[in-house]
């Protein structure tokens, strides 16, 4: 399954012609300023010297006084107006948002004598009119202020996310970036890397339509900016411990003492110039660790199942553990990062960055609570690093080149060599069903799993201005992953004429394929302009994406493993290239200069996440299938893309200098779903095979207030209603309903994530240099699941997704106060999450109540599932820390 097949010249060809053979510049880190230079008479100011010291980058007003400045790194700056003559204008506070163009005017004073200049600060605007799509924008000192401490939390903050879920969409369908170059794994299509906030120069979440450079994403983008080096030596620290609060009446069974060290996290930035001429550096490392709530005790070892004294009491009434309590789960993580740019050549900028994370982990598995030593641990590493190359070639365009290399490694196991003699030792888990519980009493889990893809990519953009009113950018994107997954060796026990034994098998078909490695290759090129005229502001571009897995697939899949006597033959034959051709258009009509009405339309394609492509695809397992239906999905690697078209309208009004409202709607057509077929063979058997049939459709509209300057207060609320439905919400979902005997033909049903009401309210009272008090309050209507009735033993499943969980209200919390500590100022915080200690939110129901506290009848497995508290929500989590900043 490894045939390899160059890419057609002519697609090459055309990739090439998309980008005009361009050298290529980053998108996602750089944005753009703008606007106007006028006198006290409103007449323009021609030749004024626009400069960003900070970012050394400058222009000069135009005969209409006009002026605009590229290629500025996001952040925040100061920006000097000055012109011989005028007094000049200094302006604080003014915010770069990456990809976008801030507005800023500006009015120099007639001074024939020289004179101080004007220091003002500038304020980002509450809604910004000039915006073709739903983008949120969350800086650096918004973060900190955030009751949050991942970039996943502050993406699930934003309006139209939902665990994950972008207005609607599969998880995997959105592309996570840092620094404008993705970072997300082939296998799943999900980020590589988990980064702490402390790394976060600028979240950008866009949860609608976005622009022809983003590909490979059909719900959403998320752009994570990190810091950069500081030109002076800057360093900060946080340290911070917390635990978990439980109330008296939490249900949870479990209610130990708090832990202050349940929760940890360390970390240290240090930053500055080298001594390398022009050269600054960003240097991070971060240890953390979350211990989960529930809890477990030792009561066993894994060992066998064995008489424990002379009246054979079976093991499990004769534990043999140490009856140690301990957290059932748990994370741990090391991450480091490191940035080193150059600007010693003029117009040049020569950067190298590195991000890496060591996670080892184990899930909170509740039949283990009393055997945790014969648990797997889930262990990762991944690293993104590369070079960047940005080159601007004069004050109206530029182009920059990114080079990464993104590698993910993952194993699940209990013990590294799959020769450990323990495994024979201790055999597969032995467990008991009790009147009320149901648990793992010796044993060890023979499950093996690792997943590792390194992928390369090359990132190229041009930017160019040179003609009046445009914004012309087009780019090309590489990617040659190498994924590799599966079980190199099989840990199986089975009984043999001696008894039952553990057995290893490599590479046996059909039942033991051996591990799979693919090298599938991808291409996209893409162009768009951006148009602005007085005030309108049109974006439309068009992207092409190619697709090559680069193995073979069966030629008769009536015949898939070619074993069927008599039957034609089936040799294996190439894959073919998949192409896909995207528009985006995005209008922004401004009605007033604090009023805009938007239009924003595209196409969005996206290769399903390689792991279910290519899984159980090696067609060698179908060699014994026989006049029966097997359930277990093959792979498919001659997928093609799948699609959706999306369409959104909007409405932006600043009401008051700091209050703005943003409505917007949206529709989302889905079509080539990766879903279930089943294909019939010569001997009347039947094997289901992934393909693309299956389908959907979102609709829903969102309604967001930002209040800014309430006095101290801060206020953000943004209200969700959607309906998500299609034919299921899982690929494989088909073939385990046809499985269950249930009817597997195409039906149009919510998904299971399917949040019909969703309500945000952020709120920040903050004194400077005094404190500040942060709290974000989430209510959410509860999703679906599948209602059944069980009456005197004979039970009925109503239609799929038809019952709804209950609703959920959250609040988390976050202060902040400076002191003064031997001299040196720190800040003290304090954090809490679900500080309401809420039991519930989207979890666990039972079918026939649609409740987790209560079922009927009252049967064995259902008093063990009334045993569990894995099905609550986590208990409140109670926080402290200290900040400490220091620079010379």
């Known amino acids: 399954m490894k045939a390899h097949r160059s890419p057609g010249r002519s697609t090459i060809a055309l990739l090439l012609l998309i980008t005009l053979s361009a050298a290529p510049a980053i998108a996602g880190t750089t944005g753009r300023l703008s606007g106007r230079v006028l006198d006290g008479k409103k007449q323009p100011v021609v030749g004024a010297n626009l400069t960003i010291p900070l970012a050394r980058l400058g222009a000069v007003t135009d005969e209409q006084g006009r002026y605009r400045i590229l290629n500025i790194p996001a952040g925040v700056y100061e920006v000097k107006a000055n012109l011989l003559g005028y007094r000049g204008v200094t302006t604080q506070n003014v915010e770069v948002i990456a990809d976008n163009t801030t507005t800023l005017d500006l009015t120099l004073a007639e001074a024939p004598v020289e004179i101080q200049e004007i220091v003002v600060s500038a304020k980002r605007p509450v809604v910004d009119v000039n915006l073709t799509s739903s983008l949120a924008s969350i800086n650096r000192e918004e973060i900190a202020k955030l009751p949050v401490q991942e970039l996943q939390e502050v993406v699930n903050l934003q309006a139209g996310v939902v665990d994950g879920h972008f207005r609607g969409g599969r998880i995997g369908e959105v592309q996570y970036q840092v620094d404008g170059v993705s ?3 082939a296998y799943d ?3 590589t890397l988990r980064l702490d906030r402390s790394l976060l120069q600028e979240v950008q979440v866009i949860s609608g339509t976005f622009d022809a450079e983003y590909g490979q994403a059909m719900s959403g983008v998320v752009n994570a900016v990190l810091r950069r080096g500081d030109e002076k030596f800057t360093w900060d620290a946080e340290g911070m411990i917390g635990g978990y609060q439980y109330s008296k009446s939490s249900g949870r069974i479990f209610n130990p003492d708090f832990v202050p060290a349940d929760v940890q996290n360390l970390q240290l930035s240090v930053s500055g110039p080298t001594r390398l001429p022009k050269t600054t550096y960003l240097l991070n490392g971060r240890y953390g660790r979350r211990n989960e709530w529930i809890q477990g005790l030792r009561a066993f070892t894994p060992a066998r199942d064995t008489a424990n004294s002379e009246d054979d009491i079976p093991k499990y009434f ?7 309590q301990f957290p059932l789960g748990y994370s741990q993580e090391w991450s480091g990062v490191l940035k080193v740019a ?15 994370n060591r996670i080892r982990a184990q899930k909170s598995t509740w039949a283990w609570r009393y055997d945790p030593d014969g648990r797997t641990t889930q262990r990762t590493f991944s690293i993104a690093h590369g070079i960047d190359w940005t080159q601007t070639l004069n004050p109206r365009s530029y182009y920059s080149l990114a080079l990464r290399q993104n590698y993910f490694d993952y194993t699940d196991y209990a013990y590294e060599d799959p020769y450990d003699s323990r495994y024979d030792a201790y055999g597969a888990p032995a467990d008991v069903e009790a009147p009320t519980e149901a648990f793992i009493y010796a044993g060890v889990d023979l499950t093996r799993f690792a997943q590792r893809t390194d992928t390369f990519v090359i990132k190229a953009t041009y930017v160019n201005e040179l003609m009046k009113l445009h914004h012309f950018k087009t780019g090309l994107e590489g990617q040659w992953p190498e994924v590799h997954f599966g079980k190199p060796v099989y840990v199986v026990e089975e009984s043999g004429p001696n008894g039952v034994v553990i057995n290893r098998y490599v590479e046996q078909l059909p039942l033991f394929p051996a591990a799979q490695t693919y090298h599938p290759v991808t291409f996209a090129g893409y162009a768009q302009d951006e148009i602005e005229w007085e005030g309108l502001r049109l974006r439309a571009g068009m992207r092409l994406d190619y697709f090559d897995a680069r193995t073979t697939v069966p030629k008769d899949l009536a015949n898939p493993a070619n074993s069927i006597q008599g039957a034609p033959e089936s040799p294996q034959i190439p894959t073919t290239a998949k192409i896909a051709w995207s528009p985006r258009l995005g209008v922004s009509f401004p009605v007033t200069d604090k009023t805009s009405l938007f239009f924003a339309y595209g196409h969005f394609v996206q290769m399903p996440a390689l792991g279910d492509v290519f899984d159980n695809a090696n067609s060698g397992t179908l060699t014994d299938l026989q006049a029966a239906t097997s359930y277990a999905t093959v792979g498919n690697p001659d997928i093609k893309p799948e699609k959706s078209v999306q369409y959104q309208f909007g409405f932006k009004q600043a009401l008051t200098e700091d209050l703005g409202l943003d409505i917007n709607a949206f529709y989302k057509d889905i079509r080539d779903l990766l879903g279930v077929e089943f294909i019939s063979t010569y001997n009347d058997a039947e094997y289901p095979r992934f393909t693309n049939v299956d389908f959907g459709s979102v609709v829903g509209f969102t309604v967001a207030l930002d209040q800014r300057n309430l006095g101290p207060l801060t206020l953000g609320a943004d209200y969700t209603w959607q309906s998500a439905r299609g034919n299921s919400s899982d690929p494989r979902e088909t073939a385990t309903r046809a499985q269950g005997g249930l009817d597997p033909r195409p039906q ?7 949040q019909r009401h969703t309500f945000n309210l952020t709120a920040t009272l903050a004194r400077a240099e005094r404190f500040s008090l942060s709290s974000v309050f989430r209510v959410g209507s509860g999703q679906p699941y599948t209602p059944t009735t069980q009456l005197g033993g004979a039970g009925t499943v109503y239609e799929t997704n038809s019952g709804r969980k209950p609703m959920f209200t959250l609040l988390d919390l976050r202060a902040e106060a400076p002191l003064v500590l031997g ?10 999450f679900n500080v309401l200690d809420a039991r519930y939110s989207n979890g666990f129901v039972f079918a026939n109540s649609g409740s987790p506290y209560y079922t009927f009848p009252l049967t064995s497995s259902a008093l063990a599932q009334l045993g569990d508290p894995t099905r609550f929500y986590g208990p409140r989590r109670l926080e402290f820390g200290l900040t400490v900043r220091g620079t010379r």
């Open 183 to 185: 970072v997300n794994n």
């Open 342 to 356: 150059n600007r010693s050549l003029p117009g040049i900028e020569v950067s190298y960055q590195a991000i890496a």
């Open 318 to 324: 004769a534990p043999d553990g140490d009856f140690e």
């Open 823 to 832: 001299g040196q100022k720190v800040s003290v915080f304090a954090r809490g």
């Open 748 to 754: 149009q049903v919510p998904f299971n994530w399917d």
């Open 189 to 191: 299509n999900k980020t």
